[in-house]
């Protein structure tokens, strides 16, 4: 079987709406968090996540930029297993609201009641170095450029 791309690693992320974020919390520590992909993911390598800019992920970022996501996707009926996708990138916060609009998606009301207006909005950007996979059957990894 041929190794998975980008685009095929997007066809599945498509369908994960939830991942864990994990952050340097220093002193040793990791802390990891739910996060959603807000089905955001024609998928460069880039990842996107909104969030409150006063946050302790955010301060946790800013302090140490490398951060980890882990996606698994649930066993199929016939009892394949789902698919795990485990990524390590550089994060970012993005305070841009041309940014924001272009990452909106319906639904965010939920959490951020006044939409892309909504006061201390910020955007974290990951930009995945390695992504690796196992789906059951077959496992890889893909390295990218850290400067995209």
């Known amino acids: 079987?041929?190794?998975?791309?980008?685009?095929?690693?997007?066809?599945?992320?498509?369908?994960?709406?939830?991942?864990?974020?994990?952050?340097?919390?220093?002193s040793g520590r990791i802390a990891s968090r739910p996060m959603s992909n807000n089905g955001d993911v024609e998928y460069d390598g880039d990842t996107w996540f909104f969030s409150y800019d006063d946050s302790?992920?955010?301060a946790e970022i800013e302090r140490s930029e490398t951060v980890s996501?882990?996606?698994?996707?649930?066993?199929?009926?016939?009892g394949k297993p789902g698919i795990f996708i485990a990524m390590t990138g550089v994060a970012s916060i993005v305070r841009d609201k041309t940014a924001?609009?272009?990452?909106?998606?319906?639904?965010?009301e939920r959490w951020f009641p006044e939409g892309i207006d909504t006061p201390r909005l910020?955007?974290?950007k990951v930009v995945a170095t390695t992504v690796r996979y196992w789906d059951g059957e077959?496992?890889?990894?893909?390295?990218?450029?850290?400067?995209?």
């Open 122 to 124: 910020a955007l974290i």
């Open 100 to 108: 924001f609009e272009r990452h909106w998606a319906a639904g965010l």
């Open 69 to 78: 996501l882990t996606f698994t996707a649930p066993a199929s009926l016939l």
């Open 1 to 26: 079987m041929e190794p998975m791309t980008l685009q095929d690693l997007s066809s599945h992320l498509k369908k994960l709406d939830f991942c864990m974020l994990s952050t340097n919390a220093g």
């Open 138 to 148: 077959e496992s890889g990894e893909i390295t990218l450029p850290r400067s995209r």
């Open 56 to 58: 302790r992920k955010i």
